[in-house]
């Protein structure tokens, strides 16, 4: 497609239930990135892929957050035992080779 | 120190002037620069990028880059209420497809009518 696809746009999680998050980049585009909004403007990146191999995984929180982008699927984000602190909004972006990235609407997420 | 700076506003622009937007970066070899705009609720949207010291101009929107002094602004120019909205300054610090954006926390913008 034309633009970044995420789904679902709101989730909500009861502290320590598990969060799964989806990403269908722009068609073409070859890398794929998370990234967590929090307090307003605040960008934590989390991860890259380039197509299903993971480019750069220095900002996950390795104990609970995983995420794969696998070939015709979805990429998705995992959180496993969310954390009230992980209530955020979860955006996927995509590039191609040009170095600009292109953001999908985002999945707000809840854990109460 | 953060990595990428700018003064959080808001900026309270009449309609019709210029708005200017300051960034600052820490990364000296930092090589590509993009200001995003994020209107509440929504998602950043990509306005400008700029990878070479200068100016460089779309439609209403100029970025200037200096990179020994590592600056980069954006000048708004016949604002319209239409462009408030919070800016965000990104940061690649590598001139590299798959590397990761760095934020600054963005400047709030109001255009009043």
């Known amino acids: 497609g034309e633009e970044v696809a995420q789904t679902p746009k709101h989730l909500v999680r009861g502290e320590g239930q598990k969060a799964k998050l989806y990403c269908a980049p722009i068609?073409?585009?070859?890398?794929v990135f998370w990234y967590q909004q929090v307090l307003k403007n605040e960008f934590k990146f989390l991860i890259s892929?380039?197509?299903?191999?993971?480019?750069?995984e220095t900002g996950m929180p390795k104990e609970r957050f995983s995420a794969k982008c696998l070939p015709n699927s979805p990429c998705s984000l995992e959180i496993q035992a969310t954390k009230l602190e992980d209530s955020a909004v979860y955006f996927c972006?995509?590039?191609?080779?040009?170095?600009?990235?292109?953001f999908g609407p985002g999945t707000r997420l809840t854990v109460t | 120190q953060k990595e990428v700076e700018q003064n959080s506003g808001p900026l309270s622009v009449p309609e019709g002037a210029i708005a200017s937007l300051n960034c600052t970066y820490s990364d000296r070899g930092s090589q590509s620069f993009f200001w995003y705009r994020q209107y509440s609720g929504k998602s950043p949207e990509l306005i400008m990028s700029i990878y070479s010291n200068g100016d460089k101009e779309d439609g209403r929107f100029t970025a200037q880059l200096n990179k020994a002094s590592q600056y980069v602004s954006l000048l708004i120019r016949d604002s319209q209420p239409s462009d408030s909205a919070t800016y965000l300054c990104a940061v690649n610090m590598e001139r590299a497809a798959g590397n990761k954006l760095t934020f600054g926390g963005g400047t709030r913008v109001l255009v009043k009518p």
């Open positions: 892929f380039q197509n299903e191999n993971v480019f750069d």
């Open positions: 972006a995509s590039s191609q080779i040009s170095y600009e990235q292109y």
């Open positions: 068609k073409g585009h070859s890398y």
